[in-house]
Structures are given as structure tokens and as C-alpha cells.
């Protein structure tokens, strides 16, 4: 899958959708909350698959396949996390982890009020830092976007895999909104507009003094967005595949929340720790940094001054550092407690919102 796609399909991620009909349009105003979590399964390449028609109130069937758990999704706050000054006009980031809870890299993208940018990634896994910036940022999406929107983005970029050595990339897709209906697969059904892409690359690869390796490729894909705005689905083809009705390719999915292939037992490590929340005080929005040994479910309760709950949710985290984001936008200004448990362990915070 090419860079730029990949990039399209973590921003979908971020991207609810307002319902009209049967239809969705989607907007500069439909994001989720920072801390949506969204998890993958995935099979490998080369399988059989039916991308189905296009068109108005169309079911597709996605026959059950074996689709291991491959990684999740967190969309953050940009400014909490460590590229960000790479990333200065960022509004989102997806923190990205694989099924081990390592993999650790961030996507960012910013939105506005014609579309969503993509702006580029970054990782710092096992100390090596790589960051990839996309000139001028890609358009991903315009807005609004609804059942029969087109549209066509292009990414250039470039970065070094090895000292002495250079590639360059431009990746240009073609993108059409081509059909709503129901989509039925072994996670379950769900409302959803399909969108066709035709992404071309073309990869330049220095190494002085050997003469640059130039390669081109091409790929379709499909993607069935939800209502609740993820890609239920995604099929791509084989490389340059030139029929757009392609029958073996590879697959993937998206679920809503932190859903653990193989659920975490027991108690985290000795070292889990809550930091503390940051910048405190703060209005509206704050972050609280969490670093685990070893993977956890984690709940993270907020209370007030009264002990009355004002937020709950639950993570699925892997081991490494981790960022919490809050918005207290619909809260009163005062103290808030943070409690975050771990397997058995409990750790509580003092934060205070000033308006």
C-alpha cells in the first residue's frame, strides 16, 4: 500500500459523518473527541475478495476470513506529542501501535474548513527517529463530502532509509465517493459510503555515485466508511492492477474502541505511573502522560470536587508511553481527580480547570 493511502486511511479514522437519509456528508465540524481509539484486523495479501457495485443502497457481504488483530489507533492532541514541532499547524494525531503494542509512530493531519490535510508521520521506535513531511500537505478530503463527491490529492516527500542515501516520492490518487448502502462483515453491519481511489507512485532512489533507480506503481483500493466514521472495510489490489473490479488483493478492518485480540490477565508491572496532567492548571484541554511496563486495560475515571463522575473510558494500551487527552469545555471551573487504574493498580491525579 502506498504512503499516501495509508495516510488517507488513518485519517478516516478521525472523521465522524452527519447523517442525511441514507447518505453521510462529512465536515470540518464532524471530528470525534481526542482519545477515540479505533482497532485493525487484517489478513495478508493475495486473497480473494468482491469489491461489489457501486451506486445508491447497495449491500455488500464480506465473506468471515482470518483476521488477526494488526494494531490501533488514537487520535491526541498534537501538542503532546514528540514531533510535534515538526508538525506546527497540525489540529490532529493518530498514535499508532501494532498487535505487540510497539510500533510506536504518530500521523498528523490538519482540518480546515475546505478539507483534511494530511501533513505527514513520524516515529521514534527502538531510538531511531524518522520523520516524514509532505510538501505543502495533501488534501485527503474536501468538504463537505458526500455519495458522488470526487476529488484528486498528491503527496511528495522525501527521506533517507540509509546514510548516503536518498529516495524521492510523489504519490498522486484519484478519489470518488461512489456508492452508500449497508456493508455486512464478521464484525457486524453497518451504514456506509464507499469510496474508490486509483493511487499511482513513483519512487526515486539516489546512492551516489550509482545512477538513480527510478519505479512506478499503481494500486486500487476500496474503502466502506461508517456512520461512525472508520473504514469497516478496506480492499486493495494487487500492484498495478489495472481492472478496478480486482478479485484477489487484501483486506483489512476497523473497530470501533480498544478491542484486545487476546485480552490482557493480570496485573501491569511494577513501574506503571501517571504523570502529571499538563498544562495545569487548564482551559479547556489537558493531557496526563501514562507509561506502562507491559500491555494493560487501563480505565481512566474523572471526578469532581463532589465525587460525581464527569468522565469514564477504557483503553487497551500496549507498553511504552502513553497520552490521555481531556476537554473541559463542559465542565466548571475547580479541582478534577484523575484516577487511572491498571490490572490492580491505582493511581490518582489532581487537576484544576480555570475558566
Known amino acids: 500500500m502506498s504512503t499516501l493511502k495509508l495516510s488517507l486511511s488513518v485519517l478516516v479514522l478521525m472523521l465522524m459523518v452527519s447523517v442525511a437519509s441514507a447518505q453521510f456528508t462529512i465536515t470540518q465540524s464532524s471530528m470525534p473527541s481526542f482519545g477515540t481509539v479505533h482497532t485493525f484486523y487484517g489478513t495478508q495479501e493475495d486473497v480473494t475478495v468482491n469489491v461489489g457495485p457501486a451506486g445508491a443502497n447497495q449491500t455488500w457481504t464480506v465473506p ?15 501538542n503532546t506529542t514528540p514531533f510535534f514541532d ?93 456508492g452508500y448502502g449497508t456493508i455486512n462483515t464478521q464484525f457486524g453491519s453497518s451504514n456506509v459510503l464507499r469510496i474508490q481511489t486509483h493511487s499511482f507512485s513513483i519512487s526515486e532512489l539516489n546512492m551516489p555515485p550509482l545512477p538513480p533507480v527510478t519505479t512506478e506503481t499503481s494500486y486500487y483500493y476500496y474503502e466502506w466508511i461508517t456512520q461512525g466514521g472508520i473504514p469497516a472495510v478496506t480492499m486493495w489490489s494487487d500492484m498495478d492492477e489495472p481492472n478496478p473490479n480486482f478479485t484477489t488483493g487484501g483486506i483489512s478492518f476497523a473497530v470501533a474502541g480498544a478491542v484486545a485480540a487476546d485480552p490482557v490477565r493480570g496485573p501491569v508491572a511494577d513501574n506503571f505511573s501517571v504523570g502529571q496532567n499538563y498544562p495545569n492548571p487548564f482551559n479547556p484541554t489537558t493531557s496526563l502522560p501514562i507509561s506502562l511496563e507491559q500491555a494493560a486495560n487501563v480505565e481512566v475515571t474523572i471526578y469532581n470536587e463532589l465525587g460525581a463522575v464527569v468522565s469514564y473510558e477504557q483503553y487497551s494500551f500496549g507498553p511504552g508511553n502513553h497520552t490521555i487527552a481531556f476537554d473541559g469545555n463542559a465542565w466548571a471551573s475547580g479541582n478534577y481527580f484523575a484516577q487511572v487504574k491498571a490490572g490492580e493498580q491505582l493511581q490518582t491525579k489532581r487537576m484544576t480547570l480555570l475558566k
Not at 114 to 128: F, N, P, V
Open 86 to 178: 515538526h508538525f506546527p499547524t497540525a489540529t490532529h494525531a493518530f498514535h499508532s501501535l501494532d498487535a505487540d503494542g510497539i510500533g510506536d509512530g504518530y500521523s498528523y493531519t490538519r482540518i480546515a474548513a475546505d478539507g483534511a490535510y494530511s501533513l505527514g508521520m513520524a516515529t521514534g521506535y527502538e531510538g531511531e527517529e524518522v520523520v516524514i513531511s509532505f510538501d505543502d500537505g495533501s488534501m485527503d478530503m474536501p468538504f463537505p463530502a458526500t455519495y458522488g463527491t470526487q476529488w484528486t490529492s498528491v503527496a511528495h516527500y522525501s527521506f533517507s532509509p540509509v546514510e548516503g542515501m536518498t529516495m524521492e516520492m510523489t504519490d498522486s490518487s484519484l478519489y470518488h465517493i461512489d
Open 64 to 78: 468471515q476470513v482470518d483476521a488477526p488483530m494488526t494494531g490501533s489507533n488514537t487520535i491526541v492532541q498534537p
